[in-house]
């Protein structure tokens, strides 16, 4: 009896290895991108559909929902792991190096969502390449834009070549989701909170096509901004990764080379890096010590060879991060301790002239001719023309502000919008359980610039300035205190600090602190100013001071009785004054 249960099992055995095989076989998981002959990309629902299917066949690859986007449909993630583990509370312990790559931001752009599908199909259908990333977690976002992606067309991309049916760069809310990563706008963003900090990634890659200038490369790369990130690991992105991924390349007979930032002209007269700054992608992950790049394939290549330079672009940044995991993960480890341990804090950049490095860059002779549509002239490149030239690339920038890093920050109860975007980004705070008086540095805007048109739904601030106080301030039960001695330094400084390029300030939020909610009828105020002014004899005198030094205000009777209403007890409190306080 125990003889024939033994060959039932060994039965089972074998028939059970000979479905896994033939469903294996049966799922050979060839992609709409290869059926096509590197013609065509996948949908939305292919995609999900080829990661589902290899799911169920590889254990190594998991398909998890992860939170809402504006189009009603999951953003998912896609996580490859030798071990099988997929609970990242358990893969954080095993200090495993972990990727995060990010698919069609900009689903007219979808290289990445083609190469990331061959890219993990073959490495769970190689044992060879299975062991060689034991130490590598692979996270994909297969497609971030889902609303752009469900909008397919074959115009929109007016200026790239293939493939024939593409996704649309609006979101389903029409957002520029590459703009969004601060003000979060869109339900992808907040879910792509989600997703990073659930992650941690040491490595992030986010796959895109450029515009602008044509020349020889098939691919450009985007660091991110080696100054911004700072700290051991600014030096460690330009210094060593950089240039490894670029030897690494070449040794695959694909020439790369920094973006091109050249728009309407020729790259000859040199160019500079682009400055992520935290509204990016890249420059939102460099708030949290991630190792940040960008592809950038070129428009007018075609799609077959841009998704197979993607493809081994991504194998490159694998092989780098398998090669220096340990150096990378002790970088990051110490970056925070780093910047906490300055007493300054880089809050603005501006680009340095005077430095920069030379390219051998391999282009298209440019000129001038005459249009055949208008009757201006056109730039038109000739690719009969290559040529190889030194050209300047300026990839330094230097603080144009610092400011003194505070303890802690204190925002007033009632900014809910901010206090959600803290708790997304997993920012640690306390709240205030009473009322409690606080010596703190008091803010007022002094000056900005507003923006006389919307950018992605907002009118942007800019050239901030703030004038502050310190002072003994009474904080409401409710208010939030936010000590900086955490991970997430760099966001909470880049967001609450109004003169930062991204921050909440510049993003709308405060704008009702810009608008005097009380005012005053001049024919009853006059009586009030006339006795403030007998009673206040230094406010008299500065009155005075200022008809005599400034000709528009001396002609003008309405702006010197604003000046007396504006200082005195009359005017409120509230007008410019940020609900951001500063402790030190």
């Not at 896994?20 to 076989?25: C, H, L, Y």
């Amino acid at each position: 009896m125990m003889h024939l249960k033994r060959i039932l099992f060994s039965v089972i055995i074998i028939l059970f290895s000979g479905i896994t095989s033939a469903q294996k076989k049966l799922n050979d998981f060839t992609t709409v991108f290869e059926k096509s002959k590197g013609l065509e990309t996948s949908t939305y629902q292919e995609t999900i559909a080829f990661y589902k299917d290899l799911a169920a066949v590889y254990p190594e690859i998991s398909l998890m929902e992860m939170g809402e986007t504006d189009s009603g449909f999951p953003l998912h993630l896609v996580v490859f792991n030798t071990s099988k583990e997929f609970d990242f509370s358990k893969i954080h312990l095993d200090q495993k190096n972990i990727i995060l790559i990010n698919n069609a931001i900009h689903p007219g752009e979808p290289d990445g969502v083609d190469a990331s599908m061959m890219l993990l199909r073959d490495f769970v259908q190689d044992k060879n390449k299975i062991k060689k990333l034991e130490n590598i977690v692979l996270a994909v976002i297969p497609m971030y834009n889902v609303g752009g992606a469900l909008n397919r067309n074959s115009h929109s991309r007016a200026n790239q070549k293939g493939p024939i049916e593409y996704g649309f760069r609006g979101n389903a809310q029409n957002y520029d989701l590459n703009r969004d990563f601060i003000k979060t706008d869109s339900k992808n963003a907040k879910s792509f909170a989600e997703i990073f900090h659930l992650v941690q990634p040491d490595v992030f890659i986010d796959n895109h096509v450029s515009n602008g200038a044509d020349y020889q490369y098939g691919i450009t790369h985007l660091f991110t901004q080696h100054n911004n990130l700072g700290n051991d690991l600014g030096d460690f992105i330009e210094n060593e990764m950089r240039p490894n991924i670029e030897a690494s390349l070449l040794k695959k007979d694909i020439i790369i080379t920094p973006y091109v930032n050249v728009w309407g002209t020729t790259p000859e007269a040199g160019f500079s890096q682009f400055f992520d700054s935290p509204r990016y992608s890249t420059g939102y992950t460099t708030l949290f010590n991630t190792l940040g790049m960008m592809v950038e394939t070129h428009m007018l290549k075609p799609y077959k060879q841009r998704v197979s330079e993607t493809y081994s672009l991504l194998v490159s940044v694998i092989d780098f991060t398998i090669k220096n995991g340990a150096k990378i993960k002790e970088l990051r480890s110490n970056a925070v301790s780093k910047i906490l341990a300055k007493e300054t804090y880089p809050l603005l950049f501006e680009l340095d002239k005077n430095t920069y490095s030379t390219l051998q860059f391999k282009g298209y002779e440019g000129s001038y001719i005459d249009s055949k549509v208008t009757n201006g002239k056109r730039l038109y490149y000739d690719r009969t023309k290559p040529y190889t030239k030194p050209v300047k690339y300026f990839n330094n920038y230097i603080p144009s502000k610092e400011i003194q890093l505070p303890k802690a920050y204190i925002l007033k109860q009632g900014w809910w919008k901010v206090l959600e975007r803290l708790k997304d980004n997993n920012i640690e705070y306390l709240v205030f359980k009473n009322d409690t008086t606080i010596i703190a540095e008091e803010q007022h805007i002094k000056d900005y610039k507003t923006s006389p048109r919307p950018f992605e739904g907002h009118y942007m601030h800019s050239k901030t300035e703030v004038s502050s106080t310190t002072k003994k301030v009474l904080f409401s039960k409710g208010a939030v205190y936010i000590p900086t001695q955490q991970n997430g330094v760099r966001y909470i400084v880049e967001t609450l600090e109004a003169e930062a390029t991204d921050s909440f300030f510049n993003w709308n939020f405060f704008d009702t602190i810009l608008e005097q909610k009380e005012h005053f009828s001049s024919y009853v105020f006059e009586d009030i100013a006339e006795k403030l002014l007998l009673e206040n004899p230094t406010l008299r005198d500065l009155l005075r001071q200022k008809m005599t030094t400034d000709q528009d205000f001396a002609e003008s009777p309405e702006a010197q009785l604003d000046f007396v209403y504006k200082n005195s007890p009359y005017y409120e409190t509230a007008h410019l004054k940020l609900p951001v306080y500063k402790v030190f």
